[in-house]
């Protein structure tokens, strides 16, 4: 009876330790949270079709009374990480995009976009990819950007 009640105890610590863990990282669907209110989710990247350029797409969202700014983004897949705004038909690289207060900024196919430049390698589906978003206010968020395929089409998020 004695040893069955240490495995009990046991078991329990591991998986509350387990639980406390996965509380402090990003999980897999490429969703992580910030100090300030911001949390980061719906994020993915095409399999590129080029050897030098790729696109990623997130949501952040913004849960604090205060709006926030990206600022730029960092990658150890890509030599530049910029960020581009659609206005019309074209593209155009944003310095900086605001995040309302209790709001989202929403980067998705056909709109507000990051352009991962000069890849260091091509990623292909399955990979993820480590990305680090920077803001004005908040800690760098860093997001686990899973590959989807090259026709990937999110049903919700974007």
Do not use: W
Request: aromatic share 4%.
């Amino acid at each position: 009876m004695r040893r069955v009640r240490q495995i009990a105890v046991a078991t329990a610590t591991v998986l509350t330790g387990a639980l406390a863990l996965t509380a402090c990282g990003s999980s897999d669907s490429g969703d992580s949270s910030a100090d300030a209110g911001l949390s980061v989710g719906s994020a993915y990247m095409p399999q590129p079709v080029s050897d030098s350029m790729a696109a990623g797409f997130l949501v952040i969202t913004n849960k604090g009374a205060a709006g926030d700014v990206l600022t730029h983004v960092t990658s150890d897949i890509a030599g530049d990480v910029t960020v581009h705004k659609t206005v019309g038909q074209t593209m155009e690289e944003a310095e900086r995009l605001d995040i309302p207060a209790h709001g989202e900024l929403v980067l998705q196919s056909g709109g507000d976009h990051l352009m991962f430049e000069q890849l260091k390698r091509k990623p292909r589906e399955g990979d993820k990819v480590a990305v680090q978003l920077h803001f004005a206010k908040t800690s760098p968020i860093t997001v686990e950007m899973p590959v989807k395929s090259a026709t990937y089409n999110p049903k919700t998020g974007h």
